[in-house]
């Protein structure tokens, strides 16, 4: 408000910007802002059938905060962001890095880590119930234990984590490969002639330089970690003994709005995720001013 | 090297206008699409469909198959947004939910002009009840029915010298069969798992209880004492050493522990059944059916009941095809169309008289599988459990059943069971 | 001797390197092998636990036979590729523009629009879906490739991800082709797009996979199978009870093919963007 008046050149710099970012915006506001202004109405209302909607209030949120069911599964959803994110995003940036240094066979590695990005759910669900069976799975044989791995509610959600970062890892490594082959070589130069190990040089090249691109995997991966609910449904059946210690958030919008039609319920279900996705999202914002580095 | 991307890109862009224009083919012939969830039926309907174009050569029908879960998705916004398929299959689980909405094509009247009381004169009252909408009129053609029966495998029931299931066996003999078979070969007896259709619903209605008042369908009986007893029953064969923990259940499937050779019965829905014969053909001979065994002491009743339901075929109440359509349906519920949907294999036809048509594809088999015993069983069949409210509380419920199988105190569960299916009742 | 000692450091890392990727290839391959041999084994053979069967007693080529035909998987490929074509050229172009403006220039509302993009990524998708299949219903475009592209038209994610990249560029690139005469557009197109060549890259593989691997939407929005995508065509094969797994493996090991070949093209464009960026 200081400047009403912009420079010409200022304005002209202005107007290409919202040109380049309409077409982003005008889809974004069509396709994912609309639904989600009539999700924040539909969170006030009973439905009634077929979208057909009856306003109730704040019905929805007293009927939700209320439910132990409710607490326990936006418990289960921090627990499984705090075991999946950090261990997922450094196994991430080992991967690589690794994938990055001077390897042989550098194209079969980077082919081998991206296969499980393309293998079929169906595949990925199947082998890792054989892998974690309790009593023929190849787990407890490896370790002689007698293990409920996706059975036993002090297990599930470790189990289910696995499965989670094993999936993503090559997600994350491609995204932060591109973010590492940025780095000019010349810095490395400079720095090893200095007599820098690599250690050092992993702290006073590589993170920061890579940072921008780290923060918004780590973004990306939190948001889905809140979000998470195929992998669980996929490995933990409704009738399974231990599901109530592994049901996420959206596990239970799921039951509501697509099993039960309780779409209102449902809804409340999804302001509350996106409320703690978008808290989350703040910390993370202010806190990158700590570590993130932008050569601005 | 930049041009290539955009030749390429211009090509595709050309297909892409291409395959927009590509629908709607001005043949002058009625198109209808026919929307389904199971692969294994497609064959089934479309030679269903067949038979009706060889009659109507004005009438195109293309058979769409979606999966199960995906299917209920599509067709509720389809049905918000009046873009409906011409024909679907119908589920009992949802079925209220559209007719009571006006979502679905009042169809009581449909064979008004070729025979009165058409329906009950040839179908069942469970098929109809499974195609009703809680006002009572008809939002359906009955396509199939089914009940369940318990598969045992003969080998191990040689092993232990214990003599085949038969319709006089009961629950006594059923245990004690498993702790024979236990005892002599270390396999799984009876599998009995935390399921409703499959499980513990038949073991309610065979001691004379009820999960719905069979009076008005409205109100649960979980804490009947009929039904609470058989529930205690079922859940309590988990304690026996013979029968594995729903943990294992978790993990594998009774069916797939049967055909893996782990357990010597579980009860199976007759509509899976042909597929096993299909997928396990090392094991065909080695295993059959049997009645569901009775209650030895029931409350009410005579202790023998299996539960039956059927699906059926449907139509928008505002589809732009509707006269053509009821046609359609007209034929999909006559004994010709009936048939072919029987011999095809797909599913017992819920026409009354037909049933043996469905044995057609058995007969391929170097081992006839007693399918006989789905058909007598419809005798004793108890309709499938629905309410208008049951899709709400469905879910919740079988919270409450895992807890119990977890260790929580049955009969305060069964209270709340109850409470929670009667929640809805006295809301509305 | 310290030489020495450098040598053997150096020589223990390259060990611990080749350890932990090989360990790590053989846990991210195990479940393609595992795809490979369920696709040869009969159904009882797949379900087994009590011994799991590792290898299939013979090589059943008919369950590759029985997938082939059970799906038009012409069809299919050519869907996919078509909407990944589609989807990837969206999220790129739309996306490199947006991130540029938002890294790189100034303008008001510019926290509040990316705002916007922020709180789309936090958004669940599954709330999208009945919205969004009503409007291509409207538009009387179910069952078409458009319908197909539909919901990956615009990227929150890839605005987000190349706004970083652009974050990370000097500014003085862009300024000095400023002042040699080019407008905005110029300096975006010329000279700083071509500088994120391994980020589009990266962005590309992840849009390809992500469109790839998405099941629901596609079944949602085509229930016609010719118009299916390779997932979503597979998850038909996908009994309400039961599932026939060596079919469905052996038509998923089908579906990958196109995009193991996609991925070693543009892996070789990763190490071709070291080439371009890395000398600046």
């Known amino acids: 408000m200081k400047k009403n008046k912009l420079s010409p050149a200022a304005r002209r710099e202005q107007n290409w910007a919202y040109l380049m970012v309409a077409p982003t915006i005008i889809g974004l506001v069509v396709l994912n802002l609309w639904p989600f202004v009539q999700t924040v109405y539909t969170s006030f209302c009973e439905h009634l059938g077929f979208g057909h909607y009856r306003f109730t209030g704040l019905d929805n949120y007293i009927q939700m905060f209320q439910n132990a069911e409710f607490w326990r599964a936006t418990w289960n959803t921090i627990l499984f962001c705090i075991l999946t994110v950090p261990v997922g995003l450094f196994l991430a940036l080992l991967v690589a890095m690794l994938l990055n240094a001077k390897i042989r066979f550098k194209g079969g590695f980077r082919t081998i880590f991206f296969l499980p990005m393309v293998c079929a759910p169906a595949a990925v669900t199947m082998v890792w119930r054989f892998i974690f069976n309790g009593e023929y799975g190849i787990l407890n044989q490896l370790f002689g234990t007698r293990i409920g791995w996706i059975t036993d509610p002090n297990f599930v959600m470790i189990s289910c984590a696995i499965v989670a970062i094993w999936s993503n890892i090559g997600y994350d490594a491609i995204l932060l490969l591109a973010g590492l082959q940025n780095i000019p070589k010349t810095l490395y130069e400079a720095n090893s002639i200095d007599g820098a190990g690599p250690i050092k040089q992993f702290f006073t090249i590589t993170l ?29 059946e409704e009738t399974n003994p231990a599901v109530t210690s592994v049901q996420s958030l959206m596990y239970l919008f799921y039951r509501s709005s697509f099993v039960a039609g309780d779409r209102g319920y449902g809804s409340a279900i999804v ?17 990158q001013k700590k570590w993130v580095n932008y050569d601005v | 090297m930049k041009k290539i991307p955009r030749i390429a890109a211009l090509a595709l862009a050309l297909t892409l206008l291409l395959s927009l224009c590509g629908c709607g083919a001005a043949d002058g012939k009625t198109h209808l699409k026919f929307q389904i969830w199971d692969i294994n039926q497609r064959s089934g309907m479309e030679a269903v469909c067949a038979a009706y174009t060889a009659q109507h050569p004005d009438v195109e029908i293309e058979v769409q198959v979606t999966s199960w879960s995906e299917y209920w998705t599509k067709l509720e916004a389809a049905g918000e947004s009046n873009t409906m398929p011409d024909i679907f299959w119908m589920h009992t689980d949802q079925i209220l939910y559209y007719a009571d909405f006006g979502i679905l094509a009042d169809l009581t009247d449909l064979y008004d002009g070729v025979e009165p009381d058409y329906y009950a004169n040839h179908y069942s009252d469970i098929s109809i009840g499974n195609a009703s909408g809680t006002d009572g009129r008809i939002y359906g053609v009955p396509k199939d029915k089914d ?12 092993a232990a010298g214990v003599s085949y299931p038969d319709e006089n066996w009961t629950w006594d003999d059923m245990a004690d069969a498993s702790q024979k078979i236990y005892d002599a070969t270390g396999k799984y007896g009876y599998m009995a798992y935390n399921d409703e259709q499959l499980g513990y619903w038949n073991f309610v209605y065979q001691n004379g209880g009820y999960i719905l008042d069979p009076e008005t369908n409205i109100h649960a009986g979980y804490t009947q ?13 988990q304690k026996n050493s013979w029968c594995p923990d729903q943990a294992f259940f978790a993990e594998t499937s009774p069916g797939t522990a049967f055909f893996s050779g782990m357990g010597s019965m579980f009860f199976e829905g007759s509509w899976n059944l042909l597929d096993a014969m299909r997928r396990y053909p090392d094991l065909v001979g080695k295993w059959d059916i049997a009645p569901l065994p009775k209650c030895p002491n029931p409350a009410a009743g005579d202790g023998a009941a299996t539960i039956s339901n059927g699906l059926c075929y449907a139509t928008a109440a505002k589809g ?12 999909f519920g006559s004994e010709e169309g009936q048939r072919i949907q029987g011999e095809s294999g797909a599913a017992i036809p819920a026409y009354l008289g037909l049933e043996d048509s469905w044995t057609t594809q058995f007969k391929n088999f170097a081992y006839m599988l007693d399918v006989q015993v789905c058909y007598d069983q419809f005798d004793t069949c108890v309709q499938y459990i629905n309410n208008a409210t049951r899709r709400k509380w469905k879910s919740t419920v079988s919270d409450e059943m895992v807890r119990i199988y977890n ?4 009969d305060q569960s069964l209270v709340k069971m109850q409470q929670i ?7 509305d | 001797m310290k030489n020495n000692s450098l040598q053997t450091s150096k020589t223990v890392n390259t060990v611990l390197t080749y350890v932990f990727l090989i360990l790590g290839a053989v846990i991210m391959i195990f479940p393609f092998v595992w795809m490979i041999l369920t696709s040869f084994k009969t159904v009882a053979e797949s379900n ?19 997938a082939v035909t059970s799906l038009p998987f012409l069809n299919l490929y050519a869907n996919t590729a078509l909407m990944i074509f589609f989807r990837v050229v969206c999220a790129v172009l739309f996306s490199s523009m947006a991130g540029y403006a938002f890294a790189k220039l100034e303008f008001k509302g510019k926290n509040l629009l990316f705002g916007i993009v922020l709180v789309q990524m936090s958004l669940p998708s599954q709330i999208f879906i009945i919205p969004q299949y009503q409007m291509v219903a409207k538009m009387g475009l179910a069952n078409t490739i458009f319908a197909l592209v539909f919901p990956g038209i615009v990227s929150a994610f890839g605005v987000f991800f190349l706004r970083q990249t652009y974050m990370g560029i000097p500014k003085e690139i862009g300024e000095a082709a400023y002042l040699d005469g080019c407008n905005q557009w110029q300096t975006f197109y010329k000279v700083m797009f071509p500088l994120t060549g391994t980020s589009v890259a990266a962005l590309t593989i992840f849009t390809a996979v992500f469109a790839y691997s998405d099941l629901m939407w596609p079944l949602v929005v085509n229930s016609d199978l010719n118009m299916m995508t390779l997932s979503s065509g597979l998850a038909t094969l996908r009994g309400q009870f039961s599932t026939n797994f060596p079919v469905l493996m052996a038509g998923s090991l089908l579906a990958m093919l196109p995009m193991v070949v996609l991925y070693l093209i543009f892996q070789k464009q990763f190490i071709e963007g070291i080439a371009t960026t890395g000398g600046k």
């Open chain 1, 208 to 236: 920061p330089m890579v940072s921008p691109t780290l923060f918004v995997v780590m973004i990306m991966r939190l948001m889905s970690a809140v979000k998470v609910y195929d992998l669980i449904y996929m490995m933990v």
């Open chain 1, 271 to 287: 302001i509350w995720t996106v409320l703690l996705i978008g808290l989350i999202t703040v910390i993370q914002f202010v806190g």
């Open chain 2, 147 to 158: 009940n369940v029966v318990l598969v045992y495998n003969k080998e191990m029931f040689d």
């Open chain 2, 225 to 237: 004492p009929a039904t609470a007893d058989a529930i205690k029953y079922y859940v309590g064969l």
């Open chain 2, 320 to 331: 732009k095809n509707l006269e053509v359509v009821k046609d359609v349906l007209r034929f």
């Open chain 2, 407 to 410: 260790g929580s105190d049955i």
């Open chain 2, 421 to 427: 299916a009667d929640s809805y009742v006295t809301s």
């Open chain 3, 48 to 66: 087994a636990v009590d011994p799991v069967v590792i290898f299939p007693s013979a090589l059943r080529w008919e369950n590759f036979t029985e």
